[in-house]
């Protein structure tokens, strides 16, 4: 089953604000940390592989929110 991009992202995230969304990309950098480092660890491969596509949603998470807050910057400064 194929899902459109649009369709992946959390709704949440349309209806917050620059702030929010700030705080947002900050959280989930110290998540994306903090799974990278369990990568290393000996878990069992179900457990590796949820905490792949854990940090794989978060990475694509995290792009949606930086593409977001650009757009909201140039949005509110356009002379920039």
Not at 8 to 22: A, D, G, H
Not at 32 to 54: F, H, Q
Not at 66 to 74: G, I, N, P, S
Request: hydrophobic fraction near 30%; charged fraction near 35%.
């Amino acid at each position: 089953m194929e899902i459109k991009p649009s369709l992946r992202i959390r709704p949440v995230y349309r209806m917050i604000n620059k702030s929010e969304i700030n705080e947002a990309i900050r959280l989930i950098k110290l998540d994306i940390e903090e799974l990278e480092r369990e990568l290393s660890g000996k878990y069992p491969s179900i457990v590796m592989d949820a905490i792949e596509d854990t940090l794989n949603r978060y990475k694509y998470d995290l792009g949606y929110l930086e593409r977001r807050l650009t757009r909201l910057q140039k949005y509110n400064n356009p002379d920039n």
